[in-house]
């Protein structure tokens, strides 16, 4: 059984649009004959070269089956309020667009085939997990070698998984990139300090999310664009 959460946090409401999106597409082909919504915004190649740039985030909204989005669902309502509470509200959404936006970005370079779902946000999401726990080991202590190896495990089966017909390998290794890219460098990280009242968790460096964020946009931009221009 599924317990209701006691508090709606920023994941959920993200849920809650890529279930709508899911609805329009269907409604789409139902009144219309085909997806609108897949061919405004999934990852189609020869569109990117001509310039429409939101196709490296837009996929994260779409998905093509009932399966494709509760799968990717289930994992952001699993993850997200975790990642949510330790991150902050907009530093989380910057998480998941750079999974999103480096998931696509690897795609474009290395796939023709359009491609679409959240599923390279939700790789960055695992990512940044995984950092989390590997930064903050010291407090996390013995829990934190068996965290590691699990969610090493999950990547790893994930990621064969990725190489059956139809699933865009490249998109969840980007995401991963992003996701780990993001989490390093802006990512929360713990120390004890000793004081006169005794010990005391305490942020060990002040960390500028926006500064990453934008950083790792402009990054994937970049690349894009030497890629249309210069290939």
Request: charged residues 10%.
């Amino acid at each position: 059984m599924i317990r209701l959460p006691r508090k709606l946090y920023f994941a959920h409401y993200v849920i809650g649009v890529t279930v709508l999106v899911y609805l329009l597409q269907n409604f789409s082909e139902l009144f219309l004959g085909y997806d609108l919504p897949v061919f405004l915004g999934a990852k189609i190649n020869q569109f990117i070269e001509q310039g429409q740039l939101w196709r490296l985030i837009t996929p994260v909204l779409l998905h093509g089956s009932l399966i494709h989005i509760g799968f990717n669902m289930y994992a952001l309502y699993s993850l997200g309020p975790n990642l949510e509470r330790k991150y902050g509200v907009w530093p989380f959404l910057a998480l998941y667009l750079i999974g999103g936006v480096w998931g696509n970005t690897l795609s474009f370079l290395h796939s023709p085939n359009p491609s679409l779902g959240a599923s390279t946000a939700i790789f960055g999401l695992i990512a940044a997990q995984g950092v989390y726990i590997y930064k903050n080991r010291f407090l996390l202590g013995s829990a934190a070698r068996p965290l590691l190896i699990n969610i090493s495990m999950v990547i790893l089966i994930n990621l064969m998984l990725g190489f059956s017909p139809g699933i865009d390998n490249w998109g969840h290794v980007g995401g991963l990139l992003g996701g780990l890219f993001y989490a390093w460098f802006a990512g929360p990280s713990f120390g004890i300090m000793e004081n006169s009242f005794g010990q005391s968790v305490v942020v060990k460096d002040d960390t500028q999310p926006k500064l990453i964020f934008g950083a790792g946009i402009i990054f994937a931009l970049a690349v894009v664009l030497l890629r249309v221009f210069l290939f």
